[in-house]
């Protein structure tokens, strides 16, 4: 009974540790918000450069403006960390 017991805990340890989420570093969650900024300027980019509709182009480049300055929060954050990618000099 006690091998059955000893079987049964390293089975639910096992299973536990294989699904324990994986922590994202502070470098990690950085490169991510300024990957979803990139996107959004770019977005926000090409309405400015395609749309005729005033209304549209002023919001965007509203957004583009508040996207700029969080942008560059974030690198300087980045960059405080002493995060490293293959792109950084």
Do not use: F, P
């Amino acid at each position: 009974m006690k091998t059955l017991t000893a079987i049964a805990m390293m089975i639910m340890v096992g299973a536990l540790q294989s699904t324990r989420s994986h922590a994202m570093t502070e470098c990690e969650l950085l490169t991510r918000i300024m990957n979803k900024l990139g996107t959004k300027m770019s977005i926000n980019r090409y309405i400015i450069s395609t749309q005729k509709d005033e209304s549209l182009v002023n919001k965007a480049s509203e957004e583009l403006s508040q996207q700029n300055k969080s942008y560059r929060d974030a690198k300087r954050q980045y960059k405080k960390a002493n995060c490293k990618s293959i792109w950084d000099r």
